[in-house]
């Protein structure tokens, strides 16, 4: 495990890291670390459902600020939202992007001494990212499958040392678990190449049942407070050997896929990502209230497109509004496989034609 957290500290500029069993714990754990309990939390309203857990499980308040329908945040709704209780703040980096307004956020946070964490789950092999903030935290298994995986990262040796002693006297060790999590992300990685999606499927509802994470679903069964097994902080590390290689590949495919889709590139949700982009989504805006029967249609013609969090998970107070509902109506995400063909990048350009035409 201090393999990993030295190693990915060094290849990120950071001067180290925590790890811990799944994204959420690293996100809990910079979360007490900061000093949040007892106080509130300013978090992103448009985010999973596993944040502002996350934020109640180390004792502390989640206030949502709001996102607009381009992922953007204004500095008028962001300073609206910080009140004398406010302990930290939350900002994401939303499917591989670095967010816009990050080094306004944190300059805003400096000036009233409030500790920022960026998040960073969904943007591992981003070059530049997460240097903004006191603390950052990022997932393994977003970008590749994993037993499970996040870590704590953070330019001050102090907070590390503090954020570790926590980790040590109350994070428990559920290597189990990391397991069947690990062959359920297998499976969901393999998904999104195109040409094996259907199996990957079979293979992970049979391994959701077998494993007993039908009831719950495997994506909310990672633990808050878990320790990372050796075994996963291996896994970890090999597939950080060869994240350079592999975001490059995901540019690669993505602009081939751009470039292809001629008129139909009016479906893109952004413009094409850039080179301090981690290039790990292709996000799709359709038409409204479309989304899921576009999703139906994509899969019939063997192209995997996903729902994103508003459309399948309860907003909570304070967090409903206009721009959550228009995402919620309207975003498509597909994940982009390092691995996929020529032959499955024509698929999904074909697709992509059809579902704009």
Request: charged share 20%; aromatic share 10%.
């Amino acid at each position: 495990m201090r393999q990993l957290e030295q190693e990915f500290a060094a290849r990120h500029g950071f001067a180290g890291g925590v790890a811990t069993g799944f994204g959420r714990a690293a996100l809990r754990l910079g979360l007490e670390t900061a000093g949040a309990r007892g106080g509130e939390v300013l978090v992103p309203d448009f985010v999973c459902a596993q944040v502002p857990e996350a934020v109640r499980r180390a004792g502390a308040t989640p206030v949502f600020y709001p996102v607009a329908e381009d992922l953007s945040v204004s500095q008028e709704a962001f300073l609206c939202a910080i009140t004398p209780a406010t302990r930290a703040v939350l900002a994401v980096h939303y499917f591989g992007r670095t967010l816009d307004s990050i080094a306004l956020l944190a300059e805003i946070c400096r000036g009233h001494r409030i500790p920022l964490i960026e998040d960073c789950a969904l943007s591992l092999g981003a070059p530049s990212i997460g240097l903004h903030g006191d603390a950052a935290v990022f997932s393994f298994t977003k970008a590749d499958w994993c037993y499970g995986g996040g870590l704590l990262v953070s330019r001050s040796k102090e907070s590390l040392e503090r954020a570790r002693a926590i980790r040590d006297s109350s994070f428990q060790s559920s290597p189990g678990l990391a397991f069947r999590y690990g062959l359920l992300r297998r499976a969901d990685f393999a998904a999104n190449r195109h040409s094996r999606a259907r199996a990957a499927e079979f293979c992970g509802r049979t391994l959701e049942f077998a494993s007993g994470f039908h009831q719950r679903g495997f994506y909310d069964s990672g633990k808050y407070d878990t320790l990372m097994p050796a075994f996963a902080a291996r896994r970890a590390c090999r597939m950080l050997s060869y994240l350079p290689d592999g975001t490059a590949k995901r540019r690669r495919i993505l602009e081939s896929i751009c470039e292809s889709l001629g008129p139909a590139q009016r479906l893109l949700f952004w413009p094409q990502g850039g080179a301090q982009d981690a290039s790990s989504f292709l996000l799709i805006h359709s038409e409204a209230g479309q989304a899921f029967a576009w999703r139906e249609r994509a899969a019939r013609a063997g192209v995997t497109l996903r729902l994103c969090w508003p459309a399948y998970q309860d907003a909570e107070p304070g967090q409903a509004h206009a721009a959550l509902d228009w995402l919620a109506e309207h975003l498509l995400l597909m994940e982009i496989h390092p691995k996929l063909t020529e032959r499955e990048v024509q698929r999904i350009v074909r697709c992509l034609k059809l579902l704009a035409s």
